[in-house]
């Protein structure tokens, strides 16, 4: 059942799979109107810009770190699908609050008093859904679908998100200079969101109803050390945290690395996101019809050592399109593509983004099929904790090399250099899952 088409067409897997589409993509509108209206209007620097967006990496990732192991236990020890609901009828509220954010900004009204604290409240405020959301689109798979099945559906998971985040940038690009109709489409979407997860099937908990931890730091503490008895799974985490940190980077990076080396105005800059999630979505199909269902690493090892060559041609790339570039104007998509080079920006993009996601997918398929039913949600909050730990350490590192005066484009070596080490891992995985090492090696 490695064709994973058919999925899409029962109820066990559809309504969920559309309300987790409608959550990255409103989440990504949301979002990239707002990094880009700052970065684009809002300030004039650089450094400015690169702190900003770092400080709104940090805002919506602290949620994942502080609420995960919580979201874990309640999405095991409680019904999923009801869960989903309520979290949705909160993405309502939040984007409320956002709209009157982006209403302000784009008025002019107490843009640095009140406007860019409410967008950045209502930024933590979805990355508190999304860290109750998270362990629930993956746990809620084994669920509902056959065992042969659940490949195919992460893959389809993962290839829906980026869809959606492709789209949601492809708005946000759109509305840029609109920014109160992206104030409106925002909370329309959520409605939307709202009510197609109400058709989310029944996913009642699967073992003993325990009690719940709502300390947010002993609740971490002991999930990851019970996820640490599940090696396998354990190994899985840390290699996507590392593959997190990667991301980190290179996303903290990417907006005002568009704007400063590229010269590329926020059209062109949704465009080369556009590319990144189009390379993913092909990236977590492709390896599904690799792999043919099974859930293993085997094509892990060589998928990221391929994106970190192409990680590194994407520096190569941007050196000479710095060096070709004379006049420093912002350009939209009409000039950009004018340039030669601007191809193999492009390519350059999508590969980094295709290998990334034949990559992790499979790793995410990990955590929940190597651990038992009644605890799939907790494998995938100990990875959430995990990861946002990751994607902190990215975060500073990006801001590190900054204040260390390490060049925007000069920074990309590092994510390219981590590949090797996300390789390292993934081939330790893959013959520990093939019984070449023992996992306690």
């Excluded at 993009?349 to 995410?364: H, K, Q, S, T």
């Excluded at 990006?398 to 891992?425: D, H, K, N, R, T």
Aim: glycine fraction near 6%; charge should be neutral.
């Amino acid at each position: 059942m490695y064709d994973s088409r058919h999925l899409l067409k029962v109820r066990r897997f559809l309504p969920l799979f559309v309300t987790q589409l409608l959550n990255a993509f409103n989440d990504n509108l949301y979002k990239t109107t707002m990094v880009f209206f700052v970065v684009y209007t809002v300030y004039n620097s650089a450094d400015a810009e690169l702190m900003f967006s770092s400080v709104a990496s940090g805002v919506f990732i602290l949620p994942f770190f502080l609420l995960s192991a919580i979201a874990g236990q309640l999405a095991d020890m409680r019904d999923k699908a009801m869960l989903i609901r309520r979290i949705k009828f909160a993405e309502v509220i939040l984007m409320l609050i956002g709209a009157a954010g982006l209403f302000m900004a784009w008025y002019g009204i107490a843009v640095d008093t009140i406007a860019i604290p409410l967008l950045m409240l209502t930024l933590f405020g979805t990355g508190v859904q999304s860290a109750f959301f998270g362990p629930i689109k993956y746990a809620i798979l084994p669920q509902h679908l056959k065992r042969d099945e659940v490949l195919a559906g992460t893959g389809l998971v993962e290839a829906g998100t980026y869809i959606a985040i492709m789209s949601g940038v492809i708005l946000a690009g759109v509305l840029s200079e609109r920014v109160e109709i992206a104030a409106f489409a925002i909370i329309g979407f959520a409605l939307i969101g709202y009510l197609v997860a109400r058709q989310v099937p029944p996913a009642p908990p699967q073992g003993e109803i325990e009690a719940i931890d709502f300390n947010p730091f002993t609740s971490s503490w002991r999930m990851i050390n019970h996820i640490r008895k599940h090696r396998e799974v354990f190994y899985a985490i840390i290699a996507i945290s590392f593959f997190w940190t990667i991301g980190s980077v290179l996303f903290i990076q990417f907006p005002p690395l568009a704007k400063n080396v590229l010269y590329a105005d926020a059209r062109v800059a949704s465009l080369f996101l556009v590319f990144f999630s189009i390379g993913v979505a092909i990236g977590s199909v492709a390896v599904n019809m690799l792999l043919k269902g099974r859930v293993s690493a085997r094509y892990s090892p060589i998928s990221v050592t391929l994106m970190g060559v192409m990680v590194t041609a994407f520096y190569f790339v941007c050196r000479a399109w710095n060096a070709m570039v004379e006049d420093e104007t912002l350009m939209d998509i009409a000039t950009f593509l004018t340039y030669p080079l601007a191809w193999a920006v492009l390519a350059s993009l999508l590969l980094v983004a295709i290998f990334g996601g034949m990559f992790v997918v499979p790793l995410y398929a990990f955590l929940t099929t190597k651990v038992p039913k009644s605890q799939t949600s907790r494998a995938v909050a100990a990875n959430n904790i995990i990861n946002s730990g990751a994607m902190v350490v990215g975060a500073l590192l990006a801001l590190a090399l900054s204040a260390m005066g390490v060049p925007l484009a000069e920074q990309l070596l590092l994510s390219a250099g981590m590949c090797a080490i996300s390789a390292w891992l993934g081939r330790m995985l893959y013959r520990a899952e093939t019984g070449e090492i023992a996992l306690d090696d």
